[in-house]
Each structure stands twice: as structure tokens, then as C-alpha cells.
């Protein structure tokens, strides 16, 4: 662990400024895809302002039009601008990705730090409690939960919060476990230092690079399940423009009619799941080494 | 060997106690305007009212004691009844494990038999043109979901060639051949996308282990590039990739829920979106618990392929 100081003794700002440019220097490919992921953030903030027709705006007299000047993605069974469909998707999607892996994240925190600094009797049954979690597939325990509480985008972040966050406990936890022995952990609690100082001032600065690279790559796995989600008629529900839901559903049977209208939003997904996929590697490359070929 | 084996099954038990606790709270879950809701979409017209769906749950009952009703009533084969069909859960199971099953084989064959030959000749030739290759393959392969690609097998050939996968399920031992050709196309992108995270693994393993002593001793021996891939470096490098698999059968099961929508194949994700759909959660709850202790079976497998695959496990 290479610990406080190197580029974190500028100011934060600078720091970032310095450390994006190291990377696209070192690691082209990861640098694209941040770039290519920081735009589908943006079209997914502005997307009103962006996209030309409200998403669900229809006009039976344009329906299942091909790509023109007028709807470069071509419309769909409804008439609605595929366009402005895909740019108001990729906001849905976005938020359930952020707010996801934001929530996965502090549940790894919390369940990673609690197992791995106190180790014990604490240790043993979160972990067993976590084999037995990670025995469900995502996809399958995502749809029972949904079937019982509800499809809706609040419940599907929440739910993919939790199951990402109890799946990247272990990954925390072996972060905390190596650092709890570290000479500085140590010097600490010889100087009567409490847990939670010694979690928040010694241990979390420190595993600060181990929860970027999860929160990343988390992000894509949630919006690639989200889709999935949506896809099988269980995501956020219809006419809300998600990705998923544009292939599946009622419109399904007119891809035959407007193959077109199976390009974008799968398009989209595959690409801004590479993004994410290629930046997070290369995030976990420059900051932590060791994560190579975890999660 | 036999020491080894009784070990790993004993570590299994509190897995399976808090897999089994999962599974039952989920199933607890169920808020009680959900058996109204039950009620009034269902309409049983056999007049079963809220208490006979509650008993029949269990839900009269304090928590601990349905708890270990329900684990009983599990550990000897009866998961209940659905409550759409009125059949018991345990038939519709055996009924679509099987099918799923074969899917998830097929795909697991496709998947090495891809992973395994790329994996390898990108490991023995990094950053040639063919390494570049395969590496951005899975990297897309990765991203891609499923579910587009089986809409785009669907949609693309019969709007080109008027040619789409068949849809139509014919059971293995009736004609193997017709359950083939439908059951191929799911298997294959269900192994595809399996094959991208593996062929990393074997990639990365093998370029290691090609570095170590023993395969420059092998060389030096004389002995043939083949021999030394085959014979040396690959069953080490074995190891992590059987490992991999293992963590990736959640996975494979996940998707397969999704391509067997697509491809219309009545396995255990077809019965589970259908229960899903018409909240039969007895049928919800049993696939969840085969599902689990599937997954803890095939976990299972790969640590005893440890002790075969490296004898020094064995005697840890």
C-alpha cells in the first residue's frame, strides 16, 4: 500500500488533474473509455436538453421509420424518435448505475471493515453468510426481490445495491485484513487509539484505492443487469425509455419490421459497459496492482 | 483422498444452514396484501380463502417452527404445491432441471472449447496480432449483453436470409438431433460470453506458469512445444480457470434465465419467470433452493478437482 502522500500532498483537485493524466499517458485504451463513459454521463444529465422529441412523444403517421435526418435512430411501432429514447435511457441507466454502486459500496465498507478489522466470531459468520448470498445468481435474487416488492428504478438500485455490496465485502475485507497488521495500524492502537478513529484515519484512507476500482466497475455490472432486468419485463416498467425494455415487451415483434431499432439501445449498452470495463482496469492497473483479476 | 473428501463436505454445512435461512426469509418476505393480491389474480376456484394460502404457506405458525417445518418438509423432497398449478414444486423441478442442465453443459463445453485453445496460443504468443485480437474479443464479449445478442441472432437472419433459430423444444431422448439444433444457439452465446472472463483467466495463468523453472527444464529436455503445453504448463495452469468456473456457474444460471426466454427453452428460468409473473412463490422459493445447492454441488466438484489436479491440496 503505497499510503498517503505522492500526488495526494497537492491540493485534491490538482491531484485528480495529475492523476487522469498519468493514466492517459500509461494506459491509452482506459483513458478512451473514461472519456466515452464521462459522455454518456453527460447525455445522461442533459438529456432533455438534448434530445430533439420528448421520449414519449408518438406519431402513429411516422411510425417504424428508418434512420433520416429528422430521426437519425429511426422511430419506433409508436411513432416516438428512437433518438431522444436512447439519450433519456442512458439517463435511467446512468442513475440506477451511480446510485447503485454508491450504495454497493458503503455496504462493502461497512460489512468488509466490520469482518476484516474485528475479525473473530464477527468474521466468521458474516463470511459464511456471505458464501451462502453468493451462492444465488444476481439476475435470479434481483427477481425474486422485485417480484415480491415491485418493479420501480428505487427498488432495483436499492436491490442491486445490497447484492453487490455483500458480494464486494470480500474484496474489502482482504484489503482491511492486510492493513489491520500494518506497523501504522499498530502505532496507533499503541497510543490508545479506538477502532473507530483507527478505521476512519488509518484504515479507510487507505483502501481508498481498492473502493474506486469496485465502485467503477460496479457501476457497469449494475446497468448491464439493470438492462437485463428491463429486458425480461421487470425493470423500471413501461413507457419509461430503458434500454432493456426497448428490445423486449410490445416492440419486439416489430424489430422484424425495423431491425434498426435493435441496434442502438444494445449499442449503447455494450459500449458504455466497455468503457466502464476498459477504464476500471486501467484505474485498478495504476492504483492497485494487486486487484488484478478480481471482480 | 477419502479424509479430504469428508473435510470439504463438512465446510459445506454452514453454507447450506444460511443458504437454507436465505431462502426461507425471502420467502417470508412476501408482504400480506400479497396473498390478497393472490387471491384476486389467481382466483382459485377451488374457494381456498386467506387462511387456507396462509396455512398453506405456514404462516400461522411462529417463525422458528415454519422454519423447520419448511427444512424438513425440504430435506424429504416436498417443496409444496404451486398455487397456479396445483402440482407439487418437486415435479415441475425435475421436470426443467434437466433442460437446463444441458444448457448450461453445452454452454460450458463452447465455452472451453473456445477459451482453452485462444487462452493458450495468446499466452504463448503475447502481444502478437492474434493476442491483440482475442484480448479485445472477450474484453467486447464482456460488455455485450446476452440478451442483445440473442435478439440480434434473432432479428438479423430473418430479416436477411428468412432463416431464425428453431423455437420449437424437442426432449433429448426423443430426438437428439432436433434438441440439438434448437439447443445449440442458446448454449452458444451463453458459452460465448462465459468464454471472454476464462480466456482472460487461462491467458494470464499460463503466462505465468510458462515463466517458471520446471517448463525451461521441460524444454531443455528436448521435449516437444505441444508436450510441454500439454503435459506441463496446462495442468497447473488449470488450477485458478477450474476455480473460475466455479464462481461463474451463479452466473451461467443467470443468464441462461435470459436466453431461455429468447429461445423459448421450458427449463427452470422459463418456470421461475412464469412464477414470477403470477407470484407463485412456492415455485419461486424451490428454484431458489435448487438453484443454491447447485451451485454449492459444482463448488463442491471444483475443490475435490483440486485434490486431483494438485496432489500437494490433498494433504493440507
Known sequence: MSGPGGAAALRPGAAAVAFNLRLLRSKPLGAFGGVVFLAFLLCGAFAEVLAPYGANATDLALRLQGPSAAHPFGTDHLGRDLLSRVLLGAQLSMLVGASAAALATLISVALGVASGYFGGRIDMLIQRFVDAWMLFPDLLLLIAVISVVGPGMVQISIVLGLLYGIAGSRIVRGAVLSLRENMHVEAARSLGAGAGHIVVRHILPNIMPVLIVLFTTRVGAAILTEAGLSFLGLGVPPPAPTWGGMLSGPGRTYLYLGPWLALAPGLCLTLVVYAVNVYGDALRDLLDPRMRGVG | ?316
Open chain 2, 1 to 316: 483422498m477419502q479424509a479430504f473428501i469428508v473435510r470439504r463436505l463438512l465446510a459445506l454445512a454452514p453454507t447450506l444452514i444460511f443458504a437454507s435461512l436465505i431462502v426461507f426469509v425471502s420467502m417470508r418476505l412476501i408482504p400480506g396484501d400479497v396473498i390478497d393480491l393472490m387471491l384476486a389474480q389467481n382466483d382459485v376456484s377451488g374457494g381456498q380463502d386467506r387462511a387456507a394460502i396462509e396455512a398453506a404457506l405456514g404462516l400461522d405458525q411462529p417463525l422458528y417452527a415454519q422454519y423447520f417445518r419448511w427444512l424438513g418438509a425440504a430435506l424429504q423432497g416436498d417443496l409444496g404445491r404451486s398455487l397456479w398449478r396445483n402440482t407439487p414444486v418437486v415435479e415441475q423441478l425435475a421436470e426443467t432441471l434437466p433442460i437446463t442442465f444441458e444448457l448450461g453443459l453445452l454452454a460450458l463445453v463452447v465455452a472451453l472449447s473456445v477459451a482453452l485453445p485462444v487462452g493458450v496460443h495468446s499466452a504463448m504468443r503475447q502481444d502478437s496480432l492474434g493476442d491483440y485480437a482475442a484480448r479485445s474479443f472477450s474484453l467486447l464479449m464482456l460488455a455485450m449483453p446476452s440478451f442483445w445478442l440473442g435478439t440480434l441472432v434473432m432479428v438479423f437472419p430473418s430479416v436477411w436470409w428468412r432463416w431464425s433459430p428453431p423455437l420449437e423444444y424437442t426432449p433429448f431422448f426423443e430426438h437428439p438431433l432436433r434438441n440439438l439444433a434448437h439447443m445449440i444457439v442458446p448454449a452458444a452465446l451463453l458459452g460465448l460470453s462465459l468464454s471472454a472472463v476464462t480466456m482472460r483467466m487461462v491467458r494470464t495463468t499460463m503466462l505465468e506458469v510458462l515463466r517458471q523453472d520446471y517448463i525451461r527444464t521441460a524444454r531443455a529436455k528436448g521435449l516437444s512445444e505441444t508436450l510441454v503445453v500439454v503435459r506441463h504448463a496446462l495442468r497447473n495452469g488449470l488450477i485458478p480457470v477450474v476455480t473460475l468456473i466455479g464462481l461463474q456457474a451463479p452466473l451461467l444460471i443467470g443468464g441462461a434465465v435470459i436466453l431461455e426466454q429468447i429461445f423459448v427453452v421450458p427449463g427452470m428460468g422459463l418456470l421461475l419467470l412464469e412464477a414470477v409473473f403470477q407470484r407463485d412463490y412456492p415455485v419461486i422459493s424451490g428454484v431458489f433452493l435448487v438453484v443454491g445447492v447447485g451451485v454449492l454441488l459444482i463448488n463442491f466438484l471444483v475443490d475435490l478437482s483440486y485434490g486431483w489436479l494438485d496432489p500437494k491440496v490433498r494433504h493440507q
